[in-house]
């Protein structure tokens, strides 16, 4: 079966647009949909990884000051930022899949290769960093996570293409040991944009040509643009309803920080302005 390209996103809506991303997810791990690549984006949201507590993880005050949405991935790893100038790239594997074992560092480092060939075609020379990041000149370009199901290998990931570095620094709270360790005093000496490596604009649209091209390489398979099947749209719906919009979904599994009810009144804001 020819893998599958979606190019499909819905930029203001992040709660939906992890809906979608669990859904096709699903549909492929299922057999209803063939392996598949999909590319998007969210406008000025946080997404953050599904054990992480909000309270320590994002500075919820600065949300609502600057209009950032939160919502909670189906996947584990770090929280990251996302607005219009990042490009989200996430790729499904129906198991057994190509990945030696199905092991999902190994399905990092796959991925990994893809998007750092993608980036040398645009003359950015990157690479891979396990256990999960990609790096230009030891400063972080993308991040990875993933998961592992009965029948499901998922990778997904976050380049940063021109994003706003200010607004990230200010909703995301990282830890100054987290930094110092890495051997910068300050999110912005830490991370790094395509736009910044290629010193040129670079359009969203050069940028997914270039990654495909890392992905069908490293991979050796086509992939054919495709679009979301009827049982993908429901399923999404269903899971925009039920769960990505749900404060017991967004709040998370911690219970034990004590600003807990102040965190539910700031997401109850956020999710309301939209």
Not at 9 to 37: C, F, H, I, Q
């Amino acid at each position: 079966m020819v893998w599958r390209l979606l190019d499909v996103e819905w930029p203001d809506k992040p709660y939906y647009n992890m809906a979608v991303e669990e859904a096709v997810a699903r549909a492929v791990g299922g057999g209803l949909s063939p392996n598949t690549l999909r590319f998007w984006r969210n406008d000025n949201t946080i997404v953050i990884g599904r054990c992480q507590c909000v309270s320590l993880e994002v500075l919820l005050p600065n949300c609502l000051e600057h209009g950032v949405k939160v919502v909670r991935r189906f996947t584990g790893g770090g929280a990251v930022y996302h607005d219009l100038e990042n490009l989200n790239y996430a790729i499904s594997f129906k198991r057994p899949s190509p990945i030696p074992s199905d092991d999902v560092s190994l399905g990092f480092r796959k991925v990994g290769e893809a998007i750092v060939l993608g980036l040398g075609m645009l003359g950015i020379k990157a690479e891979f960093v396990p256990v999960n990041d990609i790096q230009v000149g030891g400063k972080k370009i993308s991040g990875m996570a993933g998961m592992l199901a009965k029948n499901l290998l998922f990778i997904h990931g976050c380049l940063l293409v021109g994003s706003n570095i200010e607004v990230l620094s200010k909703v995301l709270n990282v830890p100054k040991e987290k930094l110092e360790a890495k051997g910068a005093k300050e999110v912005r000496a830490r991370v790094t944009t395509v736009i910044e490596e290629a010193k040129r604009q670079v359009s969203m649209d050069e940028i997914k040509l270039a990654l495909l091209r890392g992905f069908e390489k490293v991979f050796q398979e086509n992939f054919s643009p495709g679009k979301l099947t009827e049982w993908e749209e429901a399923e999404a719906e269903r899971l925009y309803r039920e769960k990505y919009t749900t404060l017991d979904w967004n709040l998370g599994p911690c219970t034990a920080c004590p600003g807990r009810d102040k965190d539910a009144e700031i997401l109850n804001l956020i999710a309301s302005r939209g």
